[in-house]
C-alpha cells in the first residue's frame, strides 16, 4: 500500500534537502581547497620533488637549511612590502635602499667608524630614504608608484657614486660570515632565525593590532578611513619608514653574507620582494593579504631558484622565472576568488530552492 501524497511530498522535500546540504558540503569543501595558502603549500611540494629530482643531495637537512640564507634577505624585504602593498601602495625602491645603506656602511668604516656604528649609520640612512618616500607620497600626494620608481633611481645612484666602480671589503671577523653562525648545536642559520623573529612580529603587528586593521582598512577604502578619523598620513609613511629600515638591515645582512659592499648590491631585489607578497595573496590593489601567505611563498621562489641554480639555469632565465611568477601571482589570486564568489552564488541558489521546494 502507497503511502498518502503528503508524506511523499515530505519524503521528496527531505530528500531534496539532504541532496542540497551534500552539494553545499561538497562545494564548501572545494572553496576550503582554493584557499590561496594551501595553493601554496601544494606549489612548494611541487619544487621540492623537481629539486630533489635534480640533485640527491637536496634532501640533507644541512643542504636544505643553508639554503635558505641565499634568500632570507629578499625575505626581509617582502615582510613591509606585503603591509604596504595591503595599505594600496608599493614600494619599488627596497633593493636601492638596501644597497645604499651597504654602501654607507662600508664608507663609514673605511673611514675608520667602529663597525657597529657603521651599522646604525647605514640603518639611519635607510629610515631616512623610506620616510622620504612617505613623505613625498602623502604630502605631495604623488602615488606612491612614481615616488618609488624614482627613488629606485636616487637611490641606486647615489650608491653607484659613493664606492664608484670599487668595492670594499675586510671587514671585521665579529661582523662577516653571519650565514656560517648557527643556533647552538643544530643546522639552524642565523639569517633564518632573524626572518622567523622578524615574520612572527610583522604577523603580530598586522594580524593582531589597531594598526594593522588601519592598513587593511586604508587598503580597502582610505577615503572612508579618512572620514572615520583614521591618520591614514601617519600610518603610511611609518609603513614606507619602516619598509627603508628593513631594506637597510637586509642590506647589512647581505654584506655581511658576501663580505663584500659595492653599488649594485641587491639588484632585482625589489622585484623578487614584490613577487613574494603578491603570489602570497596580497592584493595588489590593497585590502587583503597575509605574512603567512608571503612566507609560503618566498619559500617557493627561494627553493624554486635554488634548483633552477642546481639544473645549471642562467641567471637570466631565473629572473625571467620571478617575472612571469609575479604575472601569475596577480592574475591567478583574482581568479580563485571569482571561483569561490561563484560557489557562494551557486551555495545561496541553492539554499533558496530548497527553501521554495515544499510550496511546489
Known amino acids: 500500500m502507497s503511502a498518502p501524497p503528503s508524506e511523499q511530498a515530505g519524503g521528496a522535500v527531505s530528500q531534496a534537502g539532504t541532496d542540497a546540504a551534500g552539494v553545499t558540503r561538497g562545494r564548501a569543501f572545494l572553496a576550503k581547497l582554493a584557499r590561496w595558502e594551501l595553493l601554496l603549500v601544494v606549489l612548494l611540494i611541487g619544487v621540492l620533488v623537481y629539486n630533489a629530482r635534480l640533485s640527491p643531495y637536496f634532501w640533507d637537512s644541512q643542504n636544505i637549511l643553508d639554503d635558505t640564507s641565499n634568500f632570507m634577505e629578499i625575505g626581509l624585504l617582502a615582510l613591509p ?36 656604528l657603521c651599522c646604525l649609520a647605514a640603518l639611519a640612512v635607510g629610515a631616512l630614504a623610506g620616510l622620504i618616500n612617505g613623505l613625498v607620497t602623502t604630502r605631495v600626494k604623488i602615488p606612491s ?14 650608491a653607484n657614486g659613493i664606492l664608484g666602480n670599487t668595492e670594499v671589503s675586510g ?12 643556533l647552538g648545536n643544530t643546522h639552524i642559520p642565523a639569517p633564518l632565525i632573524i626572518f622567523a623573529v622578524a615574520a612572527i612580529l610583522t604577523i603580530l603587528l598586522l594580524h593582531g593590532t589597531v594598526f594593522g586593521r588601519y592598513v587593511f582598512a586604508i587598503g580597502n577604502n582610505e577615503q572612508a578611513c579618512r572620514f572615520s578619523g583614521v591618520a591614514v598620513d601617519r600610518v603610511v609613511v611609518i609603513l614606507f619608514t619602516l619598509s627603508g629600515l628593513v631594506a637597510a638591515f637586509a642590506g647589512l645582512i647581505l654584506t655581511s653574507r658576501l663580505q663584500t659592499s659595492r653599488g649594485d648590491l641587491a639588484t632585482n631585489f625589489e622585484l623578487q620582494a614584490i613577487t613574494a607578497a603578491v603570489l602570497g595573496g596580497a592584493n595588489i ?20 631558484q635554488n ?13 625571467i622565472a620571478v617575472g612571469v611568477l609575479l604575472i601569475l601571482s596577480i592574475l591567478l589570486p583574482g581568479l580563485a576568488r571569482r571561483g569561490r564568489a561563484a560557489f557562494g552564488r551557486r551555495r545561496g541558489g541553492d539554499a533558496s530552492r530548497a527553501k521554495r521546494s515544499p510550496a511546489t
Do not use: C, E, K
Not at 627596497?94 to 663609514?108: E, K, P, Q, W
Not at 608608484?145 to 647615489?158: D, N
Not at 590593489?285 to 624554486?304: E, P
Open 307 to 319: 634548483g633552477l641554480t642546481l639544473a645549471n639555469i642562467s641567471g637570466d632565465i631565473q629572473t
Open 81 to 116: 612590502m606585503t603591509l604596504i602593498i595591503i595599505a594600496g601602495h608599493i614600494d619599488l625602491s627596497v633593493g636601492s635602499t638596501a644597497a645604499l645603506a651597504s654602501v654607507i656602511f662600508a664608507d663609514r668604516f673605511q673611514a675608520g667608524w667602529n663597525v657597529w
Open 171 to 182: 671587514f671585521p671577523d665579529s661582523f662577516v660570515g653571519i650565514d656560517l653562525r648557527y
Open 145 to 158: 608608484l612614481v615616488v618609488t620608481l624614482g627613488t629606485f633611481a636616487l637611490y641606486r645612484g647615489l
Open 285 to 304: 590593489f590593497g585590502g587583503s593579504g597575509t605574512i603567512y601567505g608571503a612566507v609560503l611563498a618566498l619559500f617557493v621562489i627561494g627553493l624554486l
